[in-house]
């Protein structure tokens, strides 16, 4: 990619984007050099890329043997988003509230730092797999035009579940300090717990991370 831009005419710098991913390098192109007339530089640029493709398809066995297979073909502007956001509100909640009812299907009461009282961990050995299995056929076509994304609405709803060894489980509440939620600025969301789970929040309003 550092090679098309300078073919491009810019003059490209490396870079490294401030956010949580392992695919977080970019290459900036913020001046260009004068460049030949249009037409001849695209001929230019078309006749490098067509090089570099036909160089890739002897090496790789993944590319498509197909007449035509040599021609770049632009990324469409428009991608499909697969990170669940785009599942309503309502029907996120219900598949939530589905597998919580399904954890507490058993009883597997703790007690931590901090707790005020026994809590009700649930079932600790519910697979991923076999969440599709309690929700209804539009749920699992909604999640399918998400790329069969259950573990990624699990993932977006980390204050209240975790994934482990395949498994999911309740995520255990953690006593907290005010000085980790002033940093973390915490407690923008109700406790899911001390709404919703039989034994309420174990933690009092002043150490839950979440409000009360």
């Given at each position: 990619m550092n090679q098309v831009a300078r073919k491009c005419g810019y003059q490209p710098v490396l870079d490294k984007l401030k956010i949580p991913s392992t695919k977080r390098i970019c290459i900036i192109g913020s001046s260009q050099k004068l460049l030949p007339k249009s037409r001849v530089r695209k001929v230019e640029i078309s006749d490098y890329l067509s090089s570099k493709l036909a160089r890739a398809q002897k090496s790789d066995s993944k590319f498509s043997q197909s007449p035509g297979s040599l021609e770049f073909q632009s990324r469409n502007p428009q991608e499909k988003v697969n990170n669940c956001t785009k599942i309503s509100r309502e029907t996120t909640q219900t598949i939530v509230n589905k597998i919580f009812t399904k954890l507490l299907s058993e009883i597997h009461m703790v007690e931590d730092e901090?707790?005020?009282?026994?809590?009700?961990?649930?079932?600790?050995?519910?697979?991923?797999?076999?969440?599709?299995?309690?929700l209804t056929e539009e749920e699992k076509c909604v999640l399918k035009s998400q790329g069969n994304g259950i573990q990624?609405?699990?993932?977006?709803?980390?204050?209240?579940?975790?994934?482990?060894?395949?498994?999911?489980?309740?995520?255990?509440?953690?006593?907290?300090?005010?000085?980790?939620?002033?940093?973390?600025?915490?407690?923008?969301?109700?406790?899911?717990?001390?709404?919703?789970?039989?034994?309420?929040?174990?933690?009092?309003s002043n150490s839950c991370a979440f409000r009360h």
């Open positions: 901090g707790y005020v009282t026994k809590w009700n961990s649930g079932k600790h050995d519910l697979r991923l797999k076999d969440v599709m299995d309690f990624t609405l699990i993932k977006n709803n980390k204050y209240i579940f975790t994934i482990e060894k395949g498994c999911v489980k309740l995520r255990q509440p953690a006593l907290c300090t005010n000085s980790d939620i002033a940093a973390a600025h915490l407690r923008s969301k109700p406790c899911y717990f001390f709404r919703n789970h039989p034994n309420g929040c174990p933690l009092t």
